[in-house]
């Protein structure tokens, strides 16, 4: 979505542009022509639609345990006429948790995303830009998180916060810094020898209009790319944090994550407790996943498809 | 006084862990106001690192010395940020390789518009208007269409009217070109040549023009420098330098041209060796390891750029040579083969 937003392209910003022309426009064309880039596109805009509409699609309201009566302890009903996927252990209905889980992956995931790459984005912004100590001071603090694997890093920091969706958000964003820092500081650096660059200081532009005005626009291709790609690692990182205990205290948020954890014991009697809230996660990963590996191929100006 | 007055330039690299390389060793070179004049030499002459030095975007491993006196200021001595406001509007530059000096993600128009607002106050419509003007000026055709376009979508030949456009936006003074026309084909060549000299001669702006190309030279400059191992080996007026070259590697570089007029058969004339073979300056002349007529007296220490007899023209201190040659044993009268593009 936000690879999707991003795309319609900058010929808004030059009203003479002519169609067809731009990058962007490339980029838009090589992309409808991937099937692999079509199939996580059309995934990670079921997704987003489910997320968002999951309040007209879902039968009845998320964790209501109105039917809590009708589970025993050896048995989950199954499905039936009434719920299409079955009851879950608390007597909910398994299908509207499952649209409802995708709304508080999405929210979090997103915004986890969006905080990850802001701030990410402006220390590698300021690396690359400036250079010098301010360059080496940035870096060797993003190394020390980098040291750290992203999940361990997530977790200590929703221990650290305490346990809420913002310590989540926060956690995911934490783990994801580094990575954009590093992505657009290297975008940077790769760019300070090119010759336009020597052109643009041919003309006495100053080094933040050099920076700001054009080497960042060169940039946003690989870190939209990075950020989609991210996106798949944050859904599941919400799940894990949640199967860890570290999610959302409040027990009527629906969260495949945890819908995960209250399936364990009963995986024998009621397999698909475990394995539709799975699969949610596991497609829903793909489907970023599918769509920012196209997304790279078709920004890329040596990919000739 | 002249407009630009290099002297005794000298820019050296430093480097960690290796000898220093020395890659202009002392050059000198002054250009009128609206003048052309050529730098001319091979690869590794240090001609473009001579315009870099003047425009001040070396990199900091490299140590500049001399002085560089634009309109009387000196430029070397010049706070950067005083310098990067004359970059653009006084001095400006075009750069060997259109296709990747400029901005692939932005369009002509914004790329257009940026130096003129960055020195200019114009508005952002009226820097637009002006932007399509610059188009039309470079014989861009269709240029209301063009400036919403991108880099990609233009021919190098095109591309390197845009570059000249943008050099000359802010109707600079004096504009620096790199080997304008390397990167093209043949036939744009001479196109892009034409239409950058008379742009310059329109406006009467000074052109300091780089490149190994000899024809280009004989279509274009006023004066001519001739360079080797980082230092002037000869300066003349350009008819002179064609009529009468003096030093050993000038006749030497015209020997070398193919000419469609020779007899049949003959082979090409190249200068023995390559740039490498470098005596330092301060041993003798740096080309004698190449030059067939060099002795003892070539290599017994710095050799001074001397007015030759021929032309008795003024030599005082101020006025320039008219034709002066770093050599000790200087060709006499018409060479080898004259130059006769020169006309």
């Given amino acids: ?305 | 006084m002249s407009l630009l007055e290099v002297e005794d330039l000298r820019v050296r690299f430093t480097r960690r862990g290796a000898a220093d390389v020395t890659a202009v060793d002392g050059v000198s070179f002054s250009v009128d106001a609206g003048e052309v004049v050529g730098l001319v030499g091979e690869s590794g002459c240090g001609k473009s690192v001579t315009s870099l030095a003047v425009m001040g975007l070396l990199p900091r491993t490299a140590r500049v010395t001399g002085s560089v006196r634009f309109d009387g200021t000196d430029l070397l001595t010049l706070p950067p940020r005083a310098l990067a406001a004359r970059r653009g509007r006084d001095l400006a530059m075009v750069f060997q390789d259109p296709m990747t000096s400029l901005n692939p993600v932005l369009t002509l128009g914004r790329q257009l518009t940026e130096v003129l607002r960055a020195h200019t106050d114009l508005g952002r419509a009226a820097a637009r208007r002006e932007a399509v003007d610059l188009l039309a000026r470079v014989g861009i055709p269709d240029p209301r269409r063009r400036v919403g376009e991108y880099p990609h979508q233009l021919s190098g030949g095109m591309r390197q009217r845009v570059l000249i456009a943008i050099a000359l936006a802010c109707s600079p003074r004096l504009i620096i070109a790199d080997e304008p026309t390397t990167a093209l084909d043949v036939t744009i060549q001479a196109q892009v040549l034409d239409l950058l000299t008379t742009l310059v001669r329109e406006s009467g702006t000074a052109m300091v023009l780089i490149t190994h190309d000899l024809g280009v030279v004989a279509g274009t400059c006023d004066r001519v420098n001739v360079l080797y191992g980082g230092r002037v080996v000869e300066t003349a007026g350009r008819r002179e330098l064609f009529a009468h070259p003096r030093h050993r590697y000038t006749t030497g570089l015209l020997a070398a041209v193919p000419r469609v007029d020779a007899p049949e058969g003959t082979g090409l004339r190249p200068v023995p060796g390559s740039v490498r073979d470098l005596l330092p300056w301060a041993r003798g002349c740096a080309f004698s390891p190449r030059c067939a007529h060099a002795d003892d007296a070539c290599r017994s220490g710095d050799i001074a750029l001397t007015a030759g007899p021929a032309d008795g023209g003024p030599t005082g201190t101020g006025e320039r040579a008219p034709h002066a040659a770093r050599c000790v044993h200087p060709a006499s009268g018409t060479p080898a083969r004259a130059g006769g593009g020169a006309a």
């Fill in chain 1, 1 to 305: 979505m936000t690879a999707l937003e991003a795309l319609p392209d900058p010929g808004q910003v030059e009203p003479t542009g002519t169609s067809g022309a731009g990058p962007w426009r490339a980029a838009w064309r090589r992309l409808r022509r991937d099937p692999a880039g079509i199939a996580g596109a059309v995934i990670v805009a079921l997704f987003v639609l489910v997320a968002v509409l999951a309040p007209v699609l879902a039968p009845y309201r998320p964790a209501t345990a109105e039917w809590f009566g009708q589970v025993t302890p050896t048995s989950v009903p199954g499905p039936s006429a009434e719920h299409p996927l079955g009851l879950d252990s608390f007597g909910s209905d398994l299908l509207t948790q499952l649209l409802y889980g995708a709304r508080s992956s999405l929210v979090i995931g997103v915004v986890s995303t969006a905080v990850g790459l802001a701030v990410g984005a402006a220390l590698g912004l300021l690396a690359g830009g400036i250079g010098g100590w301010v360059d080496t001071a940035i870096m060797r603090v993003v190394d020390v998180l980098l040291s750290i694997p992203a999940l361990l890093l997530a977790v200590s920091v929703a221990a650290v916060l305490g346990r809420s969706s913002t310590s989540v958000m926060l956690a995911i964003a934490a783990a994801q810094v580094p990575v954009f820092a590093r992505l657009l500081r290297a975008s940077l650096l790769s760019q300070r020898g090119q010759d336009y660059v020597l052109a643009l200081r041919s003309l006495g532009l100053r080094q933040r209009r050099i920076v700001l005005g054009h080497m960042l626009p060169n940039s946003t291709g690989p870190v939209l790319v990075q950020a989609t790609l991210v996106l798949a690692t944050a859904v599941i990182e919400v799940a894990a944090l949640s199967f860890l205990g570290l999610g959302d205290p409040e027990p009527r948020v629906a969260e495949w994550g945890r819908m995960l954890v209250r399936a364990q014991d009963r995986l024998e009697q009621a397999p698909q407790l475990a394995l539709l809230p799975g699969a949610c996660i596991a497609v829903t990963a793909l489907g970023f996943t599918l769509l920012g590996e196209s997304l790279r191929q078709a920004l890329d100006p040596r990919s000739t498809r």
